[in-house]
Structures are given as C-alpha cells and as structure tokens.
C-alpha cells in the first residue's frame, strides 16, 4: 500500500517524552521503557516503545554511537496472537513537529516481541542540534500506528512522560595548603541528608592522581559533574565536566587532572592565590525513575494537530506563556510610556511617575500606604530617599515586568534591600539566590553582615556553613576586620564551630 494512501487514514499515535534525557545511565544494548499503553483500535493490543540510550547490541546494522527506539508488542497483550500493522516512528521538536521520521513499516508483531527496523540518531547530531532534539533536557519520540486492513473509527492519540529524578548541588570546593596530598568533600541529599558520594581531589598519590568519584549510595545511577576553576578574581577560568556511570565503574571513578593542574603550577599566583585551589563545583546525580505515567488520550483529533502538535497541554501552555508574554509587554510599555500615571515614587535627584494599582498588586507596603490613612495616599508622591535612582529604577521594572536583567552583586545587594523594604517577596527570592550562588571566601563576612542587618535566617544559616566549611577564611585579614567590627556574629561563628 502506498505511504501517502496511509498518511490519509486514521491512526494511533503515541508521543513519549523522557525528561532529564543526559541522566540516563544505561549501557549499549541495554534499554528504558515507556509507560504501555492499550490500542483500542487494534484489537486491544498492549504496547510500550522501548529506547536504547546508548545504542542496541542486537541491531547491528545501526551505528555503535546512536540512540535509538522500537515498538515492542506485550507479553499479555490482548488480541491474536500476532498483529500486522503499518507503523512510523519519529523524533519530535518541542512543538510537536516531527524532525526526523522513519519510513511507514508493515510488520507483524507475536505478543512479546518487537518488529520492523529501529528509528535511530546518531549522537553527534543529537548534540550539534541539542535545541532541537533535546529542548530542557527532554527527548520526545512518537510511533503512529495504522491497521493493516481497513479503517480505524476515529483518531486517537496518547501522551506519555517518563522522568528520571535528578538532585542538583551547588558548592564553593576550597582547598586550602595546597602543597598536602588529599582532600575530601562529601556530597549529601537534600531529601534525606545522607551522604551519596565523597570526591576525594589526589594530587600527589602515585595510582590515584586526579579526583576520585566514591560512590556512598548504591542506589545512584549516575552523576555528572561540573567544575571550574576559580582565579584570584574570583572568575571561572578552566573547565571540566564529566558524566559517571557507577554500574560501568562499580563504586569508584578516577577523573585525571593532569592537564587541568598543569596550567595551574605554571601560573599559582593566579590559580592558587596564597596557596588555595577554589573550584566551583555542580554535582548533578539521579537514582533512577521517579515518574511514569500515561498523561492525557485524546480522541477524534484533526489532522493539523496529529501532525503537529506534541500535546494539547503543550498547546495550552504555549497560550498561556504567549498572553504572559503579551502581558508584561503592554505592562512594560504602560511604565515606559507613562500612561495614565497617578502617582510619582521621588528619590532625591528623580521622580518616577507610576501607577498606585499596579504597586499595590505587587507590595502589600504600597498597597497600605494608598489605601489607609497614610500621607501618601492624598500626596502626589511617594518619597523614597534611603535608594538611588538605579535601584528604584531596576524595582519598578522587576513590577511591571517581572525581570531583573543584567543583575550584579551590588545590584543585587540594592535590589534585595529594597525587596525587603517593600516586601516583593518574588524579587528578595530572586536577589537571595543569586547571593547565594556567587558566595566566595572573598566576600561571604561582609554578606553574613548584610544578612544580620535584614535578618534573613536562611540566608545567616548559609553564610555560616559556608564559612564553617572553608575554614580558610579564618586566616584571612577580612576575618580579622569582621571580628573587630562584629564580635557577636564572630561569637556565634565560634560558637558553632567548637560545637562541630
């Protein structure tokens, strides 16, 4: 039968997507599964697609470095005992679209069994077009179904998601004495606080030269792990990332260093400023799935959306982000334009005018201040004296359009002290994290003051593991200056470290 003849007839369509993609730790021929799913259309039959990660040992005619997917037929499928259908499978872009499709098979499937030839990629395209293939890190592939002889009564499609659970870690690895053979740092979970790795950094051993993966938990799958280099300025210079399989390296992995370390003997004023190697370090890891289900099945569908459309939930958030986008745009160019304006914020050299509705919605502080019996309801203005125009300036457009472009570390301060003042909870998260992910030994005693004035518990608690952790900073002249100006933080500091 002819492919185009087929194209126009009802089908079955599957659409499977596997998020956290870079996470999947299976070996060559080994293989995940979809969630099953039942076609009413085919004689009940019971299906899963099955994707090899790394490649199929059974199929040699397909590339050793490719991934690549099947259609396999149940072991307690209903229906005869083998099944002949037409199929098609297809790697989809995140709107649904397919990039890349196989030709339409006949094939007969015996229940337990799978049939026809596998779609496959080959992964230097998967990562030369990883936008395409792999948008946020989530693999979509599709596999259409059509009977062999007759029609199917209506179209049908189903919607799938598999997720493997990912834990991320961010963290400031300092190694103070840098001339010493080893240094460990042991990586815990959030969700049960129980160490999963330790990585030991072995620069003189004669076997282990290099950073040394031991694996804790032998529940975990996999890890990838980032490092960079930190120079005397605090800027990610070098760079290094690799993904560990734990079943291909039993409980131990040794990452060499050799060529990373090299360049750094050679310059140790700048890598090892008073003799301290600083790496910034991301450690994702996963133990495996956490979710699989059958999201959404739909009926009768036009062909304009079997064809395109990945998901209606795909389709209703895609609206949804579009009137979000919308929205903040005519919010932006409301504030930039200075339409119908009702009040003016004044600092000391700059006025702003300013719409009383719109900070109300987003500060309960606003909100009182126009709607009790407050100056500022009756007054042309709202005087803000104790921030510069650029602050007020970069909060206004975090009100009106919910971004903080080109954000630094004094900005952020600013920006934070103002969240707080006005209590933009949303913008003080914001300025909160990223403080947090650019802590460093340089700056972490003038944040733990920062934090103490605007008592942010959380942000405290940080700033003191942190410093508990990379004790370094208890030689360093700025720790010498803290204790003189805050000799009660300082105390506490003290306090928590003779407790350990």
């Known amino acids: 039968m002819a492919n185009w003849s087929i194209h126009e007839r009802k089908c079955f369509s599957f659409t499977w997507a596997l998020e956290n993609f870079s996470f999947c730790w299976q070996k060559r021929g080994e293989r995940i599964l979809s969630p099953s799913f039942i076609v009413d259309t085919i004689e009940r039959s019971k299906w899963k697609l099955m994707l090899y990660p790394n490649g199929d040992w059974s199929k040699n005619s397909l590339p050793s470095d490719s991934i690549s997917f099947n259609l396999r037929r149940e072991e307690d499928s209903k229906g005869p005992t083998d099944i002949t259908i037409f199929f098609e499978l297809s790697f989809l872009a995140a709107d649904g679209s397919a990039i890349m499709s196989s030709e339409i098979s006949e094939d007969f499937f015996d229940r ?90 072995n620069l003189r051993h004669e076997l282990y030269n290099g950073l040394q993966v031991i ?52 310059d140790k004023d700048l890598y090892l400023p008073d003799n301290i ?95 009790n019996d407050m100056k500022e309801k009756n007054s ?54 990223f403080l ?5 030994q340089g700056n972490a005693c003038n944040l733990l003051i920062f934090a103490d004035e605007h008592q942010d518990q959380d942000l405290i608690s940080l700033i003191q593991d942190y410093i508990l952790i990379h004790r370094g900073i208890f030689n360093t002249k700025e720790w010498e200056l803290f204790m003189k100006t805050n000799l009660q933080l300082a105390a506490n500091l003290m306090h928590l470290k003779l407790k350990e």
């Open 112 to 201: 337990g069994k799978d049939g026809g030839s596998p779609k496959f990629l080959g992964k230097e395209l998967l990562q030369s077009e990883r936008q395409k293939f792999l948008p946020h890190d989530i693999l979509t592939v599709r596999c259409r179904m059509w009977k062999n002889f007759g029609q199917m009564i209506e179209e049908r499609q189903c919607f799938a998601r598999t997720r493997i659970g990912v834990e991320r870690r961010s963290f400031i690895w300092t190694v103070p004495e840098f001339c010493f053979d080893k240094f460990s740092f042991n990586i815990k979970s959030i969700l049960d606080d129980k160490r999963v790795m330790t990585l030991n950094l």
């Open 215 to 266: 694996l804790e938990d032998k529940r975990l799958k996999c890890t990838i792990l980032n490092f960079h280099l930190l120079d005397a300025f605090g800027n990610k210079v070098k760079y290094l990332k690799k993904k560990v399989i734990f079943a291909e390296y039993k409980q131990n992995f040794l990452c060499p260093l050799s060529i990373f370390m090299d360049e750094v003997m050679e």
């Open 380 to 433: 042309e203005y709202v005087y803000i004296e104790d921030l510069d125009d650029d602050t007020v300036q970069r909060m206004l457009l975090y009100i009106y359009t919910a971004t903080v472009p080109d954000l630094q570390w004094d900005t952020a301060c600013d920006l934070y002290t103002a969240a707080d003042k006005y209590e933009i909870l949303s913008l003080k998260s914001k300025c909160s994290s």
């Open 436 to 440: 947090k992910d650019n802590l460093s």
């Open 277 to 371: 190697l600083t790496l910034h370090c991301e450690c994702s890891f996963t133990a495996g799935v956490v979710l699989e289900e059958i999201e959404k099945i739909t009926f009768a569908c036009p062909p304009s959306i079997q064809e395109g459309s990945l998901a209606q939930d795909n389709l209703e958030n895609k609206n949804s982000s579009d009137l979000t986008r919308i929205l903040l745009e005519n919010l932006e160019s409301l504030y930039k334009e200075n339409l119908l304006c009702d009040t003016k914020l004044k600092t000391k050299t700059r006025t702003f005018p300013t719409h009383q509705n719109i900070l109300s919605a987003r500060s309960p502080v606003f909100k009182a201040m126009f709607n």
